[in-house]
């Protein structure tokens, strides 16, 4: 089935790079929101390139790294096509728009999941991972840069749970860990989101979130920027991004590390 120009180029971002109100109440009450258009057809044509060579320069790291997808963090302090997707202004705004309140970047990741990769991301939540302190709820935007249909490995949302704290980091790969943790959750009607390239969802910190199998022979290519609280304190505990810097337990999370550059 061919997608008419028409239906490519609808978008949900005004003239002014904000979205309806709509969808801020939608991702408010529900913890997650799809928005259409992020990105315009020609930036989805260079990040996409731009993504397929930085997976390929780093093919060793990221297959050393691959379990149900291939992670690769902080591209943007590698790679200078990627660091505009990671710093595009009109992301950034539409972050803070949904959030209420000043952001900063936490960090950045491509996630890879290679052709006729049959492996679910199972339902978790991301900020149990996250070596955050003081901070009201972050949030991520997960931008295709190729279509993402269901059957490439699209995401489904648990909506309202990101009012759920208080748990453990939770296996990805198993099917019943977060449900385990808490049973109630199983029983919340699942939304699943597909996405063409150039749209968007965000989602809080703490939404329950799975993400599907990829059963084609095309890579879903994703670029996830993940934005927290301006005031945001470290923790204490271990992660990727913040171990090699030298933190304290309370130290605030800022400086050129984590900035500002839609402000």
Not at 20 to 29: D, T
Not at 88 to 107: K, N
Not at 175 to 183: S, T, V
Request: glycine share 8%; with cysteine.
């Amino acid at each position: 089935m061919t997608t008419s120009t028409n239906e490519r180029s609808r978008s949900d971002v005004g003239a002014d790079g904000r979205v309806p109100e709509e969808l801020v109440a939608a991702y408010r009450e529900h913890g997650f929101v799809r928005v259409r258009g992020v990105l315009e057809p020609d930036q989805v044509e260079r990040f996409r390139a731009g993504a397929e060579a930085f997976l390929e320069a780093h093919r060793a790291e990221s297959l050393e790294k691959q379990g149900v997808f291939s992670q690769l963090v902080n591209v943007w302090q590698r790679d200078r096509t990627l660091r505009e997707l990671t710093f595009d202004p009109r992301v950034g705004r539409i972050a803070e728009q949904l959030a209420g309140f000043p952001l900063r970047l936490w960090h950045d990741q491509m996630l890879v999941k290679e052709p006729h990769n049959n492996a679910a991301t199972e339902f978790h939540q991301d900020r149990p991972y996250w070596p955050h302190a003081g901070d009201r709820l972050p949030l991520s935007a997960w931008i295709a840069l190729v279509d993402v249909p269901p059957e490439r490995g699209c995401m489904t949302f648990l909506p309202g749970t990101q009012h759920r704290t208080g748990l453990r980091p939770q296996d990805l790969h198993r099917e019943e860990d977060l449900f385990e943790m808490d049973p109630s959750l199983r029983w919340i009607p699942r939304v699943t989101v597909p996405l063409r390239a150039g749209d968007c969802t965000f989602h809080s910190g703490y939404t329950g979130h799975m993400a599907l199998p990829n059963r084609t022979g095309q890579a879903r290519l994703a670029h996830v920027t993940i934005y927290m609280d301006e005031a945001t304190a470290y923790s204490g505990t271990g992660h990727i991004v913040t171990d090699p810097l030298g933190l304290a337990a309370g130290d605030r999370l800022d400086g050129d590390t984590f900035p500002r550059p839609w402000a």
